[in-house]
């Protein structure tokens, strides 16, 4: 199986910094929900490394504006998509997401999603 995470975000310089300081001082405004998720202000969240470390899926990592000139598609992000046959079927959109309230949570239904549909 093959996961897509696609974060509300861009690798540029600027949204780097400007993301960073949104996350610590607006956090509840903050508009990736998946880097909230996965991310905190030092980096990757120790359970999401474990998860990935530990899956036996494949994950991939995108930011809007790669993803969108890689797969010549525009949608709302962040996103979770699976590949499956060169398709990409979305698992997870933005308001899905945006319920979930900690990584731990987030791991448990990709876990689920992933032995669902091996």
């Not at 509300?8 to 001082?25: E, P």
């Not at 525009?74 to 997401?97: A, C, F, H, Q, W």
Request: aromatic letters at 14%.
């Amino acid at each position: 199986m093959e996961l897509i995470f696609v974060y509300n975000a861009n690798t540029d310089a600027v949204s780097a910094i400007t993301d960073y300081a949104h996350k610590v001082f607006s956090p509840s405004t903050y508009r990736c929900d998946l880097c909230a998720l996965t991310h905190h202000n030092l980096g990757q969240r120790s359970a999401w490394k474990e998860f990935k470390r530990g899956t036996n899926a494949t994950l991939e990592f995108w930011y809007i504006k790669q993803f969108e000139k890689e797969f010549q598609l525009s949608t709302e992000y962040p996103i979770i998509y699976e590949r499956r046959n060169g398709e990409l079927i979305p698992v997870m959109d933005k308001y899905k997401l945006a319920e979930i309230k900690n990584v731990e949570k987030l791991i448990g239904l990709l876990t689920l999603y992933i032995g669902l549909n091996q």
